[in-house]
């Protein structure tokens, strides 16, 4: 593409866009708040990882201690204590101490409706 070539496509497009100027008004107010997008982020963060599903999923029929989430995950406590943390910093599970043991349990059952959509929605097969 020549420079000349270039420009005019640039002309071309600057007065689209300046014909469609009215139609852009107002934009800046769709724009979702900081906040929404950063818990957002947050909390699709905490789910985007296999264990993590697999605890709360474990964790839809009440809560379990975390030595009981060990034999569920198959995996070693600081391999469960690391994604439980993620999972609590995201506000997904509470936990309640009882004597030296944690239980661990769903914080708001809205997060089954998130896994509960994501089981269904058909994904592309290559």
Known sequence: MTDETLEEACRALEQQYDAESDSVEGLEERRPADETVTTQETVFGALANDHRVRILEALRDGELCACELQVVLEAPQSTVATHLRTLRDAGLVKTRKKGKWTYYRIA??????????????ETPTE
């Open 108 to 121: 708001d059952t809205a997060v089954f409706e998130l896994l509960d959509v994501a089981a269904v929605v």
